[in-house]
């Protein structure tokens, strides 16, 4: 990624849960962060430098299916313009936790207005190193990653045919990218346990440059090949919704299996964002997390040392095709900008290259 001034977004902040069970679910997190800054459920505190959030609980898709972590930033309000993109350093989650694929979280930054900006990142699966901890990973997202996400009440009958289904209604009503006062992560519709341990977020600034005054230098970064970790060698176990399997994941097999569970999460995901499935979601938003799920694993394998090089060589492509699909290339966002929709089309792209990719490992 380079060397970039950075500011670290959480410096402040408080930090609480909102959950399903609004709506009659029963999803279930709790809150807490490290070292001295504790904080449980909705109690609050400032989230210290080198102190980690730790996000865990269970999303249950029984008459809900998300749970939401709600950073508040109103005391010093973000300007979105100041930054080309965003790192976000988590620890890695075990192949134990659910079905040994990664998962996936909304990042949705708003300010009171019915359309948030979103993107999402998705957490690789790792194995512990020699001092017995799970080793971090800082993942990054472009700023030109965002696009406008509606309310979950404009994804139903009559409001889904508003946009083809894509990002909800807005009602004019868009977040104004200069006065961000909160930051929203969420996990929705992804059955079962899930844990987001996060150590930092900070927003990247582009380094000032003489050519950058008249419009020209080079161009922020707006993917990151390295965000990832190799698979673990472990055994795929057993896990959420999984069966017992002692094939080690590192290996050929044991790739193409965890290829199969990404991409069982991916197009399980996919379908909520359908027109009429009444989901209070949209084909944007759930196509995004699954993009990342199926980025993130593809990357995960093409950083493996020991499978096939032409699969691995295919997958980071398909990859790096995915995320920059996801890039709007406005510099700005803002409801006056052209919305491109070519995301499920790309997303279908990078499905097949994990399907290829684990027929070529099998063959």
Known sequence: MGSYEADNLLTGTA????LDNVMGGTSTATVSVSLDSVMGGTSTATVAEGSSVLFEGYCNLTSGGFANLNFDLSASTLNLRNYFGFTI???????????????????EF??????NLMSSFPIPISEPTSDGEMPT???????????????????????????????????????????????????????????LNIHSILGLKQPPSLLSLFGA????????????????????GVSFGTAYSSTVISTAEGAADYLDRALDRGRSVESKGQPVSYAGVGTMQMTSLAMSIYEQSARQLAATEG??????????????????????RFGSVSPKSPEPKQLPEKLAVLEQALVDAAAALRA
Not at 148 to 171: R, V
Not at 308 to 323: K, M
Request: with cysteine; glycine share 10%.
């Open 15 to 18: 930090a609480d849960v909102s």
């Open 89 to 107: 350093e988590v620890t890695a989650n075990s192949p134990s936790l659910n079905r040994g694929a990664p998962l996936s979280a909304t990042f």
């Open 110 to 115: 708003g300010s009171g207005a019915a359309c």
């Open 137 to 195: 990973v800082t993942l990054f997202m472009s700023k030109e990653d965002l696009r406008p996400n509606g309310p979950f009440w404009t994804y139903g009958w009559p409001a889904d045919g508003a946009d083809g289904f894509y990002s909800g209604t807005c009602l004019g009503d868009y977040a104004d990218e200069t006065k961000i006062d909160r930051l929203t992560v969420t996990f929705i519709y992804e059955e079962g346990p899930f844990s």
């Open 217 to 236: 230098g080079p161009s922020p970064p707006t993917r990151c090949e390295s965000c990832t970790l190799p698979l673990p060698n472990a055994e795929l």
């Open 307 to 328: 499978l096939p090089c032409d699969v691995r060589q295919s997958l980071l492509a398909a990859a790096n095709e995915g995320a920059d699909s996801r890039v709007t």
